[in-house]
């Protein structure tokens, strides 16, 4: 039965109040309660002027819920704070390229912007709590209007091409946590900032990789907060502050590549919990201090390359918690005298190029966890001892110019350490032997470099069997015989330097099969950071990489007594960058089909005995930045064009048929052999001819 129900308390002047509250809600970004109200005002108008009764409007009410999502009140739905988006704005405006995703016409909520997290704040919009926009290739200025996010917790700007100094106001953020700046241009000094002052959450500094100059800042006591500081990579100067040492909470410390000087103070011992620490690369100088002993959280330092002298602490060479210590290229003297019952952590060591005094401590041999070792020039001398054999997880070994002696030894102990993938031994073993053991076997081996010992005899048979070599040097010595014909079946092989040898007979042609330089489809297992390599030319270091991965892939058989041609499958290698077959007796000519060796970068075919002409293909070469084909048997014009403009005529010099000009009066040796057998064949018909001529004359005359 129906009922129906009188209203008559609501008044005009009610629903003009609940407007206005309506209204109220909405200038406050109140959009859903501003619904509700509005929604209530408008039923409330139906039921009055329609007569639908009671029940029917609780139906009414009921169908539009029911079709409506739940969204009151979810915070996700709120849009950015309006001093947000202004900061933001005038952010964007100082960079000098756009960023993807922003776009305040399109979308202004900006916290559905690239790289934006917003909290869940609700009262005027949510607030911009982090802005990471690392690696988007952005260019430009940060201008002070980034410090109107007074809420970001985290700014994240590394890897991209920022340049200018930095605002002060960026450290007024009293609310910032992570500020990571890496990876820029950005100059001027970071110190005097306020750092801290009233930014004091900060937890992480990350400004590497720079170019910040002056001093360390030296207001970062008031960081008590902080964990992770970096500045490596830039030139800052000077001595480390105090201030510095009292960063109690501080676990990683990257100072590494900067200029810093004076010695390292015993305050470092304060860092109770520092994790790692990296100071390498700089102009430190004195003796190390004792202090390790408090360090008992360290697991990594490295400090190499800088101008430390005196012996090692004693707290540190019984540091049970380190895992990686390099201090290479310092002045550091006396024995090697680690404690490895105490390191049993130790997994990565790094004392080359220092004064160290030998011989190689039988003790590190008890280093059972030991993965690499680089002892390499130092003053060491005598034999491998025979406990190395012991070090089974060991991985990769330097021990080149130690003066170590007795290769043979050498190589039947380390042959034990089954894990052993790279090995250097260059500058050792003078004047002796190559072995040739056939029981001698490296599995894992990957890179040998076994240069400059004036070793004599033939390449061993043994080699065949290190089915995974990727490189292999074994320049600046006495080798002699034929370069085997195995070498085409390391698949791996991309550097290959036999340079500056005895070797004779032809190249051969199982070189131009090496797989890896035909697809370039290796993986390379990488050293760690306490190794170096170095490119020996004439003699001297000109390069030094810490990856051999930045080796380029290379054939050099220079300086050697090979005979015969340059094989045309050479074309076959088109992932080789360099090949050198310089100082040889090579002779026929340059195969016109090395114009497919696509990623070739050098070329030197020097001071053979090459003939013919240099193939007009080769201009094709667009990669090649050195050409040297000097001091051979070469003619006929140089070809133009491409690399060739560019090249110098010392690339050309010593080759009495080649010219540049355009019209050429020299001529190859087939065109000189064909047009001398033309002259050799008409010469004695023009003779024969005139004479024949003359005498029919006097016949003629005689006979009237």
């Not at 002052?197 to 360390?216: A, K, P």
């Not at 500081?229 to 001595?239: C, R, V």
């Not at 061993?460 to 014909?485: A, E, M, T, V, Y």
Request: hydrophobic share 40%; with cysteine.
């Amino acid at each position: 039965m129906y009922v129906p129900i009188k209203i008559c308390d609501v008044s005009m002047t009610n629903i003009v109040r609940v407007g206005v509250i309506c209204l109220a809600f909405l200038c406050q970004n109140s959009i859903h309660i501003a619904f509700l109200l509005s929604f209530s005002l408008v039923s409330l108008w139906i039921l009055i002027h329609t007569r639908m009764g009671f029940r029917g409007f609780c139906l009414y009410l009921a169908l539009l819920a029911l079709s409506l999502e739940p969204r009151n009140l979810k915070s996700e739905e709120l849009t950015c704070n309006p001093n947000d988006l202004r900061a933001m704005a005038g952010f964007s405006n100082c960079l000098e390229s756009a960023i993807a995703g922003w776009n305040s016409t399109v979308s202004p909520d900006c916290c559905s912007w690239s790289g934006i997290t917003c909290d869940n704040s609700t009262v005027s919009g949510r607030r911009v709590v982090g802005l990471e926009l690392g690696s988007k290739r952005l260019t430009g200025k940060i201008c002070e209007s980034l410090a109107g996010l007074n809420q970001l917790r985290v700014l994240n700007l590394s890897h991209n091409f920022l340049w200018g100094s930095l605002p002060t106001e960026l450290f007024s953020l009293q609310n910032i946590e992570i500020i990571d700046l890496s990876n820029n241009d950005f100059v001027g000094s970071i110190n005097n900032k306020g750092m801290c002052t009233i930014s004091t959450r900060i937890q992480v500094l990350n400004f590497s990789n720079n170019h910040f100059s002056g001093q360390v800042p030296k207001d970062l006591a008031n960081c008590t907060f902080l964990n992770h500081l970096s500045f490596d990579g830039n030139s800052l100067s000077g001595s480390l502050p105090g201030t510095l040492f009292q960063l109690k909470n501080l676990s990683e410390l990257n100072l590494q590549g900067n200029r810093i000087s004076g010695p390292l103070s015993n305050g470092i011992g304060n860092l109770s919990n520092l994790v790692k620490m990296d100071i390498s690369s700089n102009l430190i100088s004195g003796v190390l201090p004792d202090i390790f002993g408090s360090l008992a959280r360290l697991e990594h330092f490295s400090a190499m390359s800088n101008s430390f002298t005196g012996h090692l602490p004693n707290s540190l060479v019984n540091s049970p918690s380190l895992q990686m210590l390099n201090l290479s290229n310092n002045s550091l003297s006396g024995p090697i005298n680690l404690n490895c019952s105490a390191m049993k952590n130790l997994v990565s060591l790094g004392l080359g190029s220092n004064l160290f005094l030998g011989p190689i401590p039988d003790g590190l041999s008890s280093c059972r966890g030991l993965k690499a070792l680089n002892l390499a020039r130092n003053n060491l001398g005598g034999e491998l001892p025979n406990n190395f054999k012991n070090l089974k997880s060991l991985t990769q070994l330097s021990l080149s110019n130690t003066k170590l002696s007795n290769i043979l030894s050498a190589l039947r102990i380390l042959q034990h350490c089954r894990n052993l993938s790279m090995l250097v031994l260059t500058r050792n073993f003078l004047d002796e032997q190559i072995p040739n053991d056939a029981s001698l076997e490296f599995k894992n081996l990957n890179s040998l470099i076994l240069a400059n010992c004036q070793l004599r005899g033939p390449i061993p048979q043994w080699l065949s069997r290190c089915h995974k070599l990727q490189l292999l040097d074994l320049s600046r010595n006495h080798l002699g015989g034929n370069i085997p014909s195995w070498f085409g079946k390391f698949d791996s092989l991309f550097y290959l330097d036999l340079s500056n040898n005895s070797l004779k007979g032809e190249i051969p042609k199982s070189l131009t099969e090496l797989q890896s330089l035909i697809s370039g489809n290796i993986t390379i297992e990488e050293p760690v950071s306490s190794f170096q390599f170095q490119l020996v030319q004439q003699g001297r270091p000109t390069l030094t990489y810490r990856q051999i991965s930045s080796f380029r892939p290379t054939l050099d058989l220079s300086y050697n007594n090979l005979q015969g041609p340059i094989w045309p499958d050479f074309w076959n290698l088109k992932r080789l960058h360099v090949l050198n077959l310089k100082g040889n007796n090579l002779s026929g000519p340059i195969p016109n089909n090395l114009s497919g060796m696509r990623d070739l970068e050098k070329l030197d075919l020097s001071h053979n005995k090459l003939s013919g002409e240099i193939p007009r293909s080769m201009v094709n070469l667009s990669f090649v930045s050195t050409l040297d084909v000097s001091y051979n048997h070469l003619c006929g014009e140089i070809p133009k064009g491409g690399q060739f403009d560019t090249f110098p005529s010392t690339s050309f010099e010593g080759n009495n048929g080649l010219c540049r000009a355009e019209y050429c009066t020299c001529q190859s040796e087939q065109t000189f052999i064909r047009k001398k057998k033309t002259t050799i064949i008409g010469l004695p018909f023009e003779i024969g001819a005139a004479t024949g001529f003359v005498l029919t004359v006097n016949y003629c005359f005689l006979s009237r």
